[in-house]
């Protein structure tokens, strides 16, 4: 999978939304939906029970990705600005969108703003503080703030989400490496709910334990 480009994430954030908008739309009439589809009681509010655990984690999950990403990427431009990169407010705003992409996003986040500092500067100090910088940056809100925030909520095994980032990377290219982990904690949240797929969603959890 080669990098994104910002066209491409321009491309991506713009279907994204229109998805997202579409969603809404349609979402008034899933309550109709259930009614038809499930007309005994009990087997109704499971189904209400796991959309609302659906909807629960998805927000969860976009409310803490949307605020830590926004802390790196403020953090990010006030390493930039203090060693004078040119367009830091571009690369803020990469790294804002780019954090919404599970490991490979933080490492093109910092790779891209420090070839340019390569270009730029005759020195290797810039360089050094900007990478050095932004690694620690991502590493400590990424791998110790985020996790701490969302607690057990997504309960998704690490080895799961870069498999998954692989396999929607490489079916829906950027548009699936943003939306690899909503997907997959929707299906351990689906498969968690029946018998005969518990087991698989058992797998795909970070400690093996599943919440119904």
Known sequence: MSPPTSAGLLKTTTLIIVFAVFLLLESRFIP????????????????RAMLRRIDHDIQTYFG??????????LMSYAVMRAVDLDFAAFWALLVFILNFIPTIGSIV??????????????SWTPFVILVVGITVI???????LEPNLMGMTLNLSPLVVVISLILWGMLWGVVGMFLCVPITVIMVIILANFP??????ILLSKEGKIQI
Not at 196 to 201: D, F, I, N, T
């Open 109 to 122: 986040a910092t790779i891209l703003p420090g070839l340019l500092a390569l270009v730029q500067f005759e």
């Open 64 to 73: 803490v990705k949307t605020a830590v990403s926004l802390a790196t990427a």
């Open 32 to 47: 109709s939906k259930i009614e038809a589809l499930f007309p005994g009681d009990f087997r109704r509010e499971r189904v």
């Open 196 to 201: 005969g797929s518990r087991w698989v969603a």
């Open 138 to 144: 991502q590493q400590a809100l990424g791998s110790f």
